[in-house]
């Protein structure tokens, strides 16, 4: 018993009407039954009237709309968490004080110089390593044993080393920075495409000329990415370094606010930990955007 | 890496030949892919290099260009030559112009390139990203590059391999034009006899490591490919690299 088609006339009309046409002995090639035809509406028009942008806040606003009825409800008491009302008084009092802005200044002139330090050790030592074969011997090696240390785990050794002043807080912020960038900007350079440097040669690029037009434009690329996760370790290491000592800073906000169990004050250095990370992706984004437009890849604009 | 490729591979004095190749070997560990192999381009000469697959053309050509060193034997190049490769390879990063200037001695105005560049029909593409050129104009972008140091050998590696069909019969009447124009000596590698047949002076067939085989061809240009002569040629250097045209004219 095999499976046929249905007979003429059957209940199923998609296949019914298939086979009637191709075994009726009037059918002929141009008696074709009226197609139903059905519109291809364009994107354009079925799109919803709620702009996405609006769509997209609603989530967030309704979050905030739920936490601030949860502390004015009391179910929320303000120990564990202040209302965002609150928050957003307290947050205009420390700006208004100046507390805010001199801690945020504090904090980013950390971050500033360890950025700095660790991205022209982290640059300069996969530079040394990338560009040359006895630097990748002498440097890559004891760079990836130092990798794998956790950067926090040595906060008690450089209190014992730099004292409790701004130092060791520079310091792990310079170590958190330097790895990621080292890795991603080696890769870079030794990822660069070989026939781009055997056309660089036949052209009569000196060795410093191919460094210079072809493997450091080359290794871009992954230098912004290595930079990025640089920028993120940053934060964190900031965040660990003032947990500890600090007499000024978002951290030491942080920590005073503890003590007298501000949880207000908390959430507010944390919003300002968020924006700065925010900010600095910012920043990333717009060098990206400014110095890899040449990318095939590349969508934004 | 840190080599000057500009400089003759071995200095001698000054011939009429634009190259001079004497009893040159290239092993790979152990293996000589280039066997004691002689030739010898005229300057103004137009040389196609014929061969299967993996027989040593590119080898040769590379070891022409420089770029190979790890060579035996005698191997003669002018100091001005340049190189186009099967892929445009340019540098991404930098702007049309700015790659036909690359590796240029000084600092050439860009006038220099927009005027290579027009020659090759690209001349308002010179602000462009290499991104957005099409794979035909890249590769003109390329032999813009190679032109704007006014070789005195042209160095051609499949240069049309990679373009469709239509592309690639535009560029070659490009290059055989360039090269009339020019007057540089051209070497042109390639495994398209009919590529080979209608441009070049000559055409050599490369087997087993050597020149193999040596076809002079006297038409006239421009060349038809559907002159009867063409097509004896082309037949010709067909069986000599192992094809059975009888087959095809069935």
């Not at chain 1, 018993?1 to 059957?10: D, L, Q, R």
């Amino acid at each position: 018993m095999s499976i046929s088609h249905a007979p003429p006339g059957s209940s199923e009309p998609d296949i019914s009407r298939i086979s009637t046409s191709k075994a009726g002995p009037d059918a002929r090639p141009d008696d074709h039954a009226p197609l139903d035809l059905v519109p291809l509406v364009p994107t354009s028009s079925r799109r919803t009237r709620v702009p996405r942008w609006l769509r997209r806040t609603t989530g967030p606003l309704v979050l905030l709309a739920l936490w601030q009825l949860l502390s004015s409800t009391g179910v929320l008491t303000s120990d564990v968490l202040a209302s965002p009302g609150r928050i957003a008084h307290v947050g205009w009092d420390l700006i208004d004080s100046g507390s805010l802005t001199s801690a945020m200044a504090t904090s980013l002139q950390r971050v500033a110089i360890g950025l700095l330090l660790g991205t022209v050790i982290g640059t300069g030592l996969a530079l040394v390593s990338g560009l040359f074969r006895i630097g990748e011997d002498l440097v890559d090696a004891p760079v990836q044993m130092l990798r794998t240390v956790p950067f926090v785990g040595l906060i008690p050794l450089f209190i014992i080393w730099f004292g409790i002043g701004e130092a060791p807080k520079v310091a792990i912020i310079t170590l958190g920075v330097t790895f990621p960038l080292y890795l991603n900007v080696y890769a870079g350079i030794r990822g660069v495409d070989s026939q781009l440097i055997e056309a660089g040669e036949s052209l009569g690029l000196s060795r410093w000329g191919l460094v210079r037009h072809v493997v450091l434009p080359g290794a871009l690329p992954n230098a912004m990415t290595g930079l990025r996760y640089s920028l993120g370790i940053a934060w964190l290491a900031l965040v660990f370094a003032e947990q500890i000592n600090a007499d000024a800073g978002i951290g030491f906000l942080m920590v005073q606010a503890r003590d007298f169990l501000q949880t207000d004050v908390i959430v507010v250095c944390l919003i300002v930990y968020a924006f700065l990370g925010l900010l600095a992706d910012f920043v990333v984004r717009t060098l990206e955007r400014l110095l890899l437009q040449w990318r095939p890849t590349f969508t934004g604009r | 890496m840190a080599t000057d490729v500009h400089g003759p591979v071995t200095a001698q004095p000054v011939t009429s030949q634009a190259v001079r190749v004497e009893g040159l070997t290239r092993s790979f560990d152990g293996r000589p892919v280039i066997d004691r192999l002689q030739l010898d381009v005229r300057q103004g000469e137009f040389v196609a290099l014929l061969g299967r697959s993996g027989c040593g053309k590119s080898t040769l050509l590379r070891i022409l260009a420089g770029l190979d060193r790890d060579i035996e034997g005698t191997v003669l190049v002018p100091r001005r030559k340049a190189v186009a490769f099967q892929a445009p390879r340019l540098m991404p990063w930098k702007k049309v112009w700015r790659n036909v200037l690359l590796g240029l001695p000084g600092k050439p105005e860009r006038a220099v390139a927009e005027r290579a560049l027009a020659e090759v029909g690209l001349g308002d593409h010179a602000d462009a990203w290499p991104k957005t050129l099409s794979g035909g104009e890249a590769q003109r972008a390329s032999l813009a590059r190679a032109l704007v140091r006014e070789p005195d050998l042209l160095l051609l590696d499949e240069p049309f391999g990679a373009l469709d069909a239509l592309t690639r019969i535009k560029a070659q009447r490009l290059v055989g034009e360039l090269w009339q124009r020019r007057g540089c000596a051209v070497l042109l590698v390639t495994h398209d006899v009919e590529e080979a047949v209608l441009l070049a002076d000559r055409v050599l067939v490369m087997d087993d490591g050597v020149i193999a085989h040596e076809q002079h061809i006297d038409l006239d240009r421009p060349r038809d490919i559907t002159d009867p002569r063409f097509a004896e040629l082309r037949a010709g250097l067909l069986e000599r690299l192992g094809v059975d045209t009888a087959a095809e004219a069935a």
